[in-house]
């Protein structure tokens, strides 16, 4: 009996990965990898817009499988942030998402997060930032993050090279509850990124990062479901202009060269932000 039910259950995991383009992307890791806070009383807003798509997809092993339709999504991450005060920021970040999976397409909004980042050193050499999943989008419709309600905690570093590179990192970890419409809730997840920045010229800003995410094998209505967790690898290469000395806007270009249970997926991201001062 109980491992026709661990069967059942694997069942549902594989329909739910299945039914939902599981590209590799993170709006929480893309949008507050930053480790310096500015000054009290400043405003930033911002927004992107990242198109992907994929016809291949990793499975439990890491081997490549080619999916039934090609799967498209649009998100569209909406970020703002709000210097508390010297060495503390207040963030939002709501995501608008679109899915396609050849079969079925699904929008709507995206799991919500809230947080704060808090500058331990000086100069962005050490920051402590930590965030709430908040689960407004829909698990079923596949437009919200794993799991139910979440927490994300993580220490950001930069450092400047020379006066035309610098490098920054980050490493974190993440939890999520159990899903009350789909009883899962996935394993505890670790996520490194890390950046090279060159300044071409005192408007133009080339990078290239990478993003490593790995989530333990998760659980279906309290049952442990083996080989299902979720990693990948994620490389994006593009450059940001800055239009003012307030405004600036970018352009990136990234792949999924390796993972497990997810798409293999290539994406486009163009952005735009703007800091007000007090």
Known sequence: MKKATVFTLGIIFTLLLFTSAAFAWDDLITYTQGSVVGDPGNFYA????????????????????????DATGIRVPIFGSYNVMENLQAFALVPIVSMDDGTDSESGIGDVWIGGKYAVLGEGLLAIRGALDIPTGDDEKGLG?????????????RR???DQFSVTGAVGLRWNGEDSDTEWAPGI???VRGDINYRATEKVNLFANLVYFNQGDGEAG???????GVNWLDIHVGGSYH?????YAGLAIGFTPAGT????????VAWIGRSFMR
């Open 189 to 191: 997840a670790f996520h």
């Open 46 to 69: 911002g927004a992107m817009l990242r198109y992907s798509t994929a016809g291949d997809m990793y499975d439990a092993d890491g081997e490549s499988q080619e999916l039934a339709d």
């Open 145 to 157: 993050n794993a799991g139910g309600f979440g927490i994300d905690v993580a220490a950001l570093s």
């Open 160 to 162: 400047k090279l020379n």
């Open 261 to 268: 249970n997810t798409n293999s997926d290539l994406g486009i």
């Open 243 to 247: 239009i003012t000395e307030v405004c």
């Open 222 to 228: 309290g049952t442990e479901i083996t080989d299902s």
